[in-house]
């Protein structure tokens, strides 16, 4: 069975279909069969080629669930809500897990490259279908951002490629500080992270990051936050990793580290004096972020070898996949409802309607890493090893936990307690439906399986260097 | 062996699966509510089944966590008395609630959080790993800050459910702490494992990391202020959390860590300071408390300390019998003063419930058993179990009398707030023509105290009878503490006089002073203890001033990401265009177009042939 066949045609036919329903957009089309027929397609496809081909590494079949699950989520949203420029929605939601799957089934760095670039250009479209001043601006921010970071990124592949035999995936070898120019290899190693810094996003560059979710529709913020940042994440730890040469990774670490811990604190209190609903969320994945980029630091100092880490960073990045895309597609139930994002309008929902504030509890505790809920295992994992690097740096990462719980808190608490808000009494909504239960409850599952039982999926991660 | 592994095994699933109704529950529902209440009493059955198998220690593997962890439950004398502890009095608080919250639309949902508390406990209590052990521990944390604030309209019930779930997240991040540090440790965080090593002792650092958690868990002073803000809640759970199971879960941790702490260590004389402290204060807060469930609060903080205390002076045996006869009588207690507080129209005011069960002779009777109790009467629960911690203390660590002066001044307070509360309660009410007071009809009515029966029957016999059971197998276990015990009972009498006298003279002081005059007007220095010097306004302080730099934070941030960054970049930008637009301005004048094509021209062939040639 040829692999890339598979690859290739499950990729070809996203673009394809999204590029059929760009074309119909402006006329009135029945997109909700092509959709979804496509979505199945894709599952087949996926299914049939996890099922061909034995993944030494679970990390890439893993990511491309997650990237599966993220777009259903995405594309359930819109038929339930659909807006007025769906078709475009629809259509950017192909283009982008196309060019996702592809940044995941790369099998050289130009195919990489070429996705990963490509991934922009459907998010900043589906950006600008709101149609308001500020979705231009963030559209700008968000290209600019990416942009630099992917031709600092093309400019340091470039020399890594014409100085030594590095292949794709396959454990690195450039940029040796050793050599004769440890400055500049440390600067192309810089270089070489810099896209993923930027996707992930990490503290002084994540500027992009909020603009942009506040000025995506719903279902573009499940895609931006399930996946757009896991390609980052992605990057960071397969590609970045297998181009440059350890001794360089050890010399970055401590800074990845200060980086990361700043990130963590300080995002967490900047995300807490938010009133925007979905500013405050934007900024809590940005605090989820900064645990991988503190848990790859760790990595890199201890030697490359910790599987148990390695585990933890990806159920970091599954678990944030999942409570993310829960959290959105509340916001987005409330938003279809209300029309505003501020959260002081929805002062009173837990006494208004309290089947929606029930699932409200359950992602903010789920965000706010509980045990026994996903994101919890990810977190400890990283903060043990940590301890064991330093337990002076895991007594400040660990007050990480507080600033979590109060930045949750933030909009939660406004949200469940007091009389109902004149907004929401004068507004006449109902509380869950039939179909926003069949959305939810499948994320709660998968939450408390990966917090109970993570071992189902860690069991299958290698480190990287066996990736298939 | 086998028997009590399949027991405890199905009993924790079926818990498990009875903790989901958690998600369902949302109008009433009898056949819900009912189905909870069998599960609570097949819970007690399997309580009873596993009481008499305690002899050894059973360990239960369950599945693979992640990294070196497997879930694993245990049980052991510890887990015996504490799962009877919980399934009695969390059964009596169902039936209690059934009745209690009678006319709220979201009894279901209430009794199903209780359900889901129970379970979660049940999980602290029989976890072996650690792992597990934390998620029982934040389960109840949980349940604990939505039951607190289960009454939403309440803005009270907002800022001290919200404080609750805060503190509780410190000690929290000490924990985890603390577990980082014994995995690097002992390489694992399997109970049976870790502790067993009594060579290797536990580190001074992670012992206070631990003590962070345990004081946020078991509010003690200075992380105790949860405590007396979550009085707000409905009775029930302050009866179940946060008396008799959720406080003592620090005390819980802490009897685990016995066998590892070193009993010379500066971690036992720090619990030991603290722990005073706070009985003494804690003490004389209860007294001037004007709100009996905060009376009753109080006083579970101060009872709490006795056990801390009696851990860290080496007796794990007492504090564990002191945490079983104090989870039945105050649970009791506190159910008793939401049955008074109910009949007058849920005011919590001791003024207001003056002469409340005059006409109720069994309610009575019942208050004055939990009272007597919590005094430690002799012939009561605390006297047997509290007194001996005293002696203990006084005979084992002679060198130390601040310690066994504020135990002993301890004992007297608990006897005088426990003797107010039944002497305001007795008064009799100034207007008793009153009957509109009575709002609620007989037949919840009968539910409630139904349940207080079964927990007074069970405060009467948990302290002579709970003696053999709770101390009686430990003989092979911990020799040293029962042979101290029977040693210091020659010697109680001390103690023991001194306690039944405070009890007399400030029963009766106080009764006469509550009926000839009213309240005297109170030094300053009573205002500051009243309101623990203030350290609720203290960290309502601060949580206002992390509001603020976060607000300003943001503003900050919003100004630099939208406004500076883009205008840096559109800047950056227009400059570059007009270079470019210039340049290209001066190329279209007809001389220079020439010499730039010409130029173009050159540079291009440059390229091709340096291109070609390398």
Not at chain 1, 277 to 282: D, P, S, V, W, Y
Request: glycine share 6%; charged share 10%.
């Amino acid at each position: 069975m040829n692999l890339s066949l598979f690859e290739n045609s499950i990729i070809g036919l996203n673009i394809l279909m999204g590029l059929l329903l760009w074309k119909h957009s402006c006329v009135k089309a029945h997109w909700q069969p092509t959709a979804f027929f496509t979505m199945l397609l894709n599952t087949i496809a996926l299914s049939l080629l996890f099922y061909s081909h034995q993944y030494s590494n679970a990390l890439i079949p893993l990511l491309s669930a997650l990237n599966l699950l993220a777009s259903l989520y995405a594309l359930g949203f819109l038929a339930l809500y659909p807006s007025a420029y769906a078709i475009q929605e629809v259509a950017c939601l192909l283009f982008s897990f196309a060019c996702t799957q592809g940044v995941f089934f790369a099998h050289n760095f130009l195919s990489f490259y070429i996705f990963f670039e490509l991934s922009i250009l459907p998010l900043g479209l589906w950006i600008l279908c709101n149609h308001s001043l500020q979705s231009r601006s963030a559209t700008r921010q968000f290209v600019l951002y990416t942009a630099i970071g992917s031709m600092l990124f093309l400019l340091a592949l470039l020399q890594a490629l014409s100085s030594s035999s590095v292949s794709f995936l396959q454990g690195g070898g450039a940029f040796n500080p050793l050599a004769p120019h440890p400055i500049t290899s440390l600067f192309y190693a810089g270089c070489i992270f810099m896209p993923f810094l930027v996707k992930l996003p990490i503290w002084p560059l994540h500027g992009w990051l909020p603009l942009a979710h506040t000025q995506a529709p719903t279902a573009g913020s499940i895609v931006l936050a399930s996946i757009i940042l896991k390609v980052g994440a992605f990057g960071l730890m397969s590609v970045a990793h297998s181009v440059i040469h350890h001794e360089t990774l050890i010399a970055i670490g401590p800074g990845f580290l200060i980086i990361g811990l700043i990130s963590l604190l300080l995002m967490a209190i900047v995300a807490a004096g938010q009133t925007d609903l979905k500013k405050l969320i934007a900024y809590s994945s940005i605090v989820h972020m900064s645990w991988i980029i503190i848990g790859y630091a760790i990595f890199c100092l201890t030697g490359f070898n910790d599987l148990v880490l390695w585990q933890g960073m990806v159920n970091q990045l599954i678990s944030h996949g999942l409570t993310s895309a829960g959290l959105f597609l509340c916001v987005g139930f409330l938003y279809v409802r209300l029309h505003t994002r501020e959260i002081s309008e929805y002062r009173g929902l837990g006494t208004h309607s309290p089947i929606l504030a029930r699932y409200w509890t359950f992602f903010m505790l789920a965000n706010a890493a509980l045990p026994g809920t996903s994101g919890f295992v990810g977190e400890f994992i990283i903060l043990s090893k940590l301890y064991l690097w330093s337990p002076s740096i895991a007594a400040l990462a660990v007050i990480g936990v507080v600033t979590g719980i109060v930045m949750n808190l933030r909009y939660y608490a406004p949200m469940i307690y007091g009389a109902a808000s004149p907004a929401l009494q004068q507004s006449h909504m109902h509380d869950c439906q039939f179909y926003e239960h069949c959305l939810l409850i499948p994320l709660v599952l998968g939450i408390i399986v990966l917090g109970v039982y993570p071992d189902c999926i860690l069991h299958f991660i290698k480190l990287p260097g066996v990736l298939a | 062996m086998m028997s009590l592994a399949s027991v405890l095994t199905t009993s924790w699933i079926v818990g498990l699966l009875a903790s989901v109704t958690t998600l369902r529950a949302q109008k009433h529902s009898t056949s819900i509510e009912g189905s909870i209440l069998i599960l609570h009493f097949g819970f007690v059955m399997s309580a009873l089944l596993l009481f008499p198998m305690q002899s050894s220690d059973t360990s239960i593997m369950l599945w693979h966590w992640a990294g070196p962890h497997h879930l694993s439950l245990m049980y052991n004398h510890v887990s015996a008395v504490l799962t009877m502890l919980l399934a009695v009095v969390s059964l009596c608080v169902q039936i209690y609630s059934f009745g209690y919250m009678d006319l709220d639309r979201r009894r279901t949902s209430f009794m199903s959080l209780l359900m889901f508390f129970t379970f979660m406990m049940w999980t602290v209590i029989i976890a072996q790993n650690w792992i597990l052990l934390f998620i029982g521990w934040e389960g109840i944390s949980v349940s604990s800050f939505l039951l607190i604030g289960f009454i939403r309209e309440d803005l009270r019930t907002e800022k001290a459910s919200l404080k609750a779930i805060v503190i509780n997240r410190i000690g929290d991040a000490a924990l985890i702490y603390a577990f980082c540090a014994i995995i690097s440790q002992y390489m694992t965080l399997d109970y049976f494992v870790f502790s067993q090593q009594t060579q290797n002792m536990l580190w001074q650092s992670t012992a206070f990391a631990c003590l962070v958690a345990i004081f946020a868990k078991s509010a003690q002073w200075p992380l105790h202020v949860w405590l007396p803000n979550s009085m707000v809640a409905p009775a029930p759970v302050s009866a179940l959390l946060h008396a008799a199971t959720l406080v003592t879960a620090g005390v819980i941790l802490m009897i685990r860590l016995d066998l590892i702490i070193p009993s010379d260590s500066m971690f036992r004389t720090v619990v030991q300071a603290l722990s005073s402290w706070t009985i003494l204060l804690m003490s004389c807060s209860a007294y001037l408390q004007s709100d009996i469930k905060k009376v009753i609060a109080y006083s579970t903080i101060a009872q709490v300390g006795y056990m801390c205390i009696a851990v860290s002076v080496g007796a794990t045996d007492l504090a564990l019998y002191h945490l079983w006869t104090h989870g039945f009588f105050k649970a009791q207690l506190f159910l008793i003063a939401g049955l008074a507080s109910v009949r007058r129209h849920h005011d919590q005011e001791m003024d207001a419930l003056k002469g409340v069960f005059s006409k109720n002779w069994v309610m009575k009777l019942c208050l004055f058993v939990g009272l007597f109790a919590l005094a430690g009467v002799p012939g009561f629960g605390g006297f047997y179990s509290k007194e001996r911690i005293i002696e203990f203390a006084l005979y084992h660590s002679p060198e130390k009398w601040w310690l066994q002066w504020s135990l002993l001044i301890g004992a007297a307070l608990t006897a005088m707030y426990s003797a107010r509360i039944g002497a305001i309660l007795l008064t009799p009410y100034p207007q008793h023509s009153d009957e509109h007071h009575v709002e609620h009809s007989v037949h919840e009515e009968r539910y409630m105290q139904l349940a207080i029966i079964a927990l007074t029957f069970c405060t009467l016999i948990a302290g002579p009878f709970g003696e053999l059971p709770v101390l009686g197998f430990l003989n092979d276990q911990a020799p040293r503490g029962v042979e101290f015990i029977k040693q210091a009972l020659s010697h109680g009498w001390v103690v023991l006089f001194c306690s039944i006298f405070f009890i007399i003279y400030r029963f009766f002081s106080a009764f006469i002073e509550r009926i000839t005059c009213a309240i005297e007007p109170q030094p300053r220095i009573w205002q500051y203890v009243r309101a623990d010097f203030y350290f609720d306004a203290m960290l309502d302080f601060i949580g206002r001033q992390y509001q603020k730099i976060a607000s300003w934070l943001a503003v900050y941030e919003s100004r630099v990401l939208e406004k500076k960054v883009p205008n840096l970049i559109n800047h950056g930008c227009e400059h570059i265009g007009e270079q470019i637009d210039f340049s290209i301005k001066q190329a279209q004048q007809p001389d220079r177009g020439v010499r730039y094509m010409a130029f173009g021209v050159v540079l291009s062939a440059i390229f091709l042939i340096s291109g070609s040639w390398l």
